[in-house]
């Protein structure tokens, strides 16, 4: 397994863009996908965005499509979210999570960093 730290979440205006970071530490080598989830108070946790590890290949939410992009540095060992045109109901806390193969669960998370969005 991996370790995930994430950081640049905050209050945020409606319209407004942060970009989330996420460290990993380990043997990245490991790593098949990389991806983002969200959970908001009372809801279950939301898958958001993944980044294949080895290629550019990511896959979207249609929830936040159009909205957020997920992207990767090798070289830093970091997956960001840039997300834009923040609204309200992207309020919750951002969860980073690396899967080691296909076959296996996203089994290595971050603690999470909060997201609020005001309107």
């Known amino acids: 397994q991996v370790q995930l730290v994430e950081s640049g979440g905050g209050l945020m205006q409606a319209g407004g863009s942060l970009r989330l970071s996420c460290v990993i530490s380990?043997?990245?080598?490991?790593?098949?996908?990389m991806a983002w989830f969200r959970q908001a108070p009372g809801k279950e946790r939301e898958f958001v965005a993944a980044?294949?590890?080895?290629?550019?290949?990511?896959y979207v939410s249609s929830s936040v499509k159009g909205r957020f992009a997920i992207s990767k540095d090798n070289a830093k060992n970091t997956v960001y979210l840039q997300m834009n045109s923040l609204k309200p109901e992207d309020t919750a806390v951002y969860y980073c999570?690396?899967?080691?193969?296909?076959?296996?669960?996203?089994?290595?998370w971050g603690q999470g960093t909060q997201v609020t969005v005001s309107s």
């Open positions: 999570s690396a899967q080691s193969s296909p076959w296996s669960q996203y089994n290595s």
């Open positions: 380990g043997r990245a080598s490991t790593v098949y996908n």
């Open positions: 980044i294949r590890w080895s290629s550019e290949s990511t």
